[in-house]
């Protein structure tokens, strides 16, 4: 694999530029206004943590928190590459105790901004008391197999360090409990997800909206999740179709998403889980399908009929409305069924 480090021009949602690239793929980034987050704060660069990577985040800090109420910024040093990230943390929520924490990945060629103003996750933490954060890929883009996504996996990035070190790093600022650590992702992110529960022992639930799983997964640890996706998505198709943007893998954006249709990718993670057979429910356009598993760990799908690739719940960005694309389902609101089971599924044992 090519290590050589390229940095692709910056791409900022909604400009000419990017409109040039494919109208389509402002569907994929989720593109949103930017709403300046509230009561901003930055923290100085920092080396990266000690603590071990690719495991479970470490035990809650002690002392008193090291991070400012509200949205603040951070970076750090991981494979010798400066990464960065998000972090907000509710005005309201008591450090007395260990908190739950959110990470929040944004999909290709979003951001950790655009990922924290697009989604909602703040308003969540607010109403449910728990802490998020929102790494920053690489040129908008996650490494999760060799052939996806974009320069980080042309470059050999490693993403799941890096997440790891994230975790740790904030551990080691807030009491963070380990038993309620979850991660969340769009697209990209939501890949990158299913990485993270095969490769770690970090999180407690994964949450994926418009993902899939690249790569086989033989062990996942015992974690729990949530999927939410589109029959109409065209992007990350949910018969398991190669997508629209779909180039196999070659050159300096690669892109190959397989792994065959997403309801096989859950059967076989009940598989593993050794579950129950699910049970089936439908609201109006949206089908859920959730099975019970052993040790409280549980594994459900949402499917919304007719739906693209998108964040449901979402409000419709400026420029998906300047492309006339379609709006964000509205059968349900993703960041609250996601927080909802992850608020239900702590780590067991």
Same mark, same amino acid.
């Given at each position: 694999?090519?290590?050589? $480090?390229?940095?692709?021009?910056?791409?900022?949602?909604? $400009?000419?530029?990017?409109?040039?690239?494919?109208?389509?793929?402002?569907?994929?980034?989720?593109?949103?206004?930017?709403?300046?987050?509230?009561?901003?704060?930055?923290?100085?660069?920092?080396?990266?943590?000690?603590?071990?990577?690719?495991?479970?985040?470490?035990?809650?800090?002690?002392?008193?928190?090291?991070?400012?109420?509200?949205?603040?910024?951070?970076?750090?040093?991981?494979? %010798?590459?400066?990464?960065?990230?998000?972090?907000?943390?509710?005005?309201?929520?008591?450090?007395?105790?260990?908190?739950?924490?959110?990470?929040?990945?944004?999909?290709?060629?979003?951001?950790?901004?655009?990922?924290?103003?697009?989604?909602?996750?703040?308003?969540?933490?607010?109403?449910?008391?728990?802490?998020?954060?929102?790494?920053?890929?690489?040129?908008?883009?996650?490494?999760?197999?060799? %052939?996806?996504?974009?320069?980080?996996?042309?470059?050999?990035?490693?993403?799941?360090?890096?997440? &790891?070190?994230?975790?740790?790093?904030?551990?080691?600022?807030?009491?963070?409990?380990?038993?309620?650590?979850?991660?969340?992702?769009?697209?990209?992110?939501?890949?990158?997800?299913?990485?993270?529960?095969?490769?770690? $022992? $970090?999180?407690?639930?994964?949450?994926?909206?418009?993902? !899939?799983?690249?790569?086989?997964?033989?062990?996942?640890?015992?974690?729990?999740?949530?999927?939410?996706?589109?029959?109409?998505?065209?992007?990350?198709?949910?018969?398991?179709?190669?997508? !629209?943007?779909?180039?196999?893998?070659?050159?300096?954006?690669?892109?190959? +998403?397989?792994?065959?249709?997403?309801?096989?990718?859950?059967?076989?993670?009940?598989?593993?889980?050794?579950?129950?057979?699910?049970?089936?429910?439908?609201?109006?356009?949206?089908?859920?399908?959730?099975?019970?598993?052993?040790?409280?760990?549980?594994?459900?799908? +949402?499917?919304?009929?007719?739906?693209?690739?998108?964040?449901?719940?979402?409000?419709?960005?400026?420029?998906?409305?300047?492309?006339?694309?379609?709006?964000?389902?509205?059968?349900?609101?993703?960041?609250? &069924?996601?927080?909802?089971?992850?608020?239900?599924?702590?780590?067991?044992?």
């Amino acid at each position: 694999m090519n290590r050589r $480090t390229r940095r692709a021009a910056t791409v900022r949602c909604a $400009t000419p530029a990017v409109l040039a690239i494919a109208g389509v793929l402002t569907v994929l980034i989720g593109c949103d206004a930017v709403r300046p987050p509230r009561r901003e704060t930055a923290t100085p660069t920092a080396p990266a943590p000690t603590a071990p990577t690719r495991s479970a985040a470490a035990s809650p800090a002690p002392h008193s928190p090291a991070v400012a109420v509200g949205s603040s910024a951070h970076s750090m040093t991981v494979d %010798g590459r400066n990464r960065t990230f998000r972090l907000y943390r509710p005005a309201t929520l008591p450090m007395s105790a260990p908190v739950p924490l959110v990470v929040m990945l944004h999909g290709a060629l979003g951001s950790a901004r655009q990922a924290e103003t697009a989604y909602g996750w703040n308003t969540a933490a607010d109403r449910h008391e728990f802490v998020v954060a929102y790494p920053n890929g690489l040129d908008r883009f996650w490494a999760v197999s060799a %052939g996806c996504c974009g320069p980080p996996a042309h470059d050999g990035v490693d993403d799941v360090t890096f997440i &790891s070190a994230t975790v740790a790093a904030i551990s080691a600022k807030l009491p963070v409990d380990p038993d309620r650590t979850y991660v969340a992702g769009m697209s990209n992110g939501g890949m990158l997800a299913y990485r993270l529960a095969c490769e770690t $022992t $970090t999180f407690a639930a994964i949450g994926v909206v418009a993902g !899939k799983q690249l790569g086989q997964c033989p062990s996942p640890t015992p974690t729990s999740v949530i999927h939410i996706h589109g029959t109409a998505d065209n992007l990350v198709p949910y018969d398991g179709r190669p997508g !629209k943007l779909n180039n196999s893998g070659f050159g300096p954006f690669p892109i190959k +998403i397989d792994g065959g249709p997403v309801p096989d990718q859950i059967d076989r993670w009940r598989e593993v889980a050794r579950c129950a057979a699910p049970e089936v429910r439908t609201a109006g356009a949206a089908t859920t399908s959730a099975a019970r598993c052993p040790a409280g760990r549980d594994v459900e799908l +949402i499917t919304i009929a007719g739906a693209g690739h998108q964040w449901p719940g979402a409000p419709q960005s400026t420029a998906e409305r300047l492309l006339g694309l379609d709006p964000p389902a509205t059968e349900l609101a993703a960041t609250e &069924s996601i927080w909802r089971f992850f608020s239900t599924h702590p780590r067991e044992g």
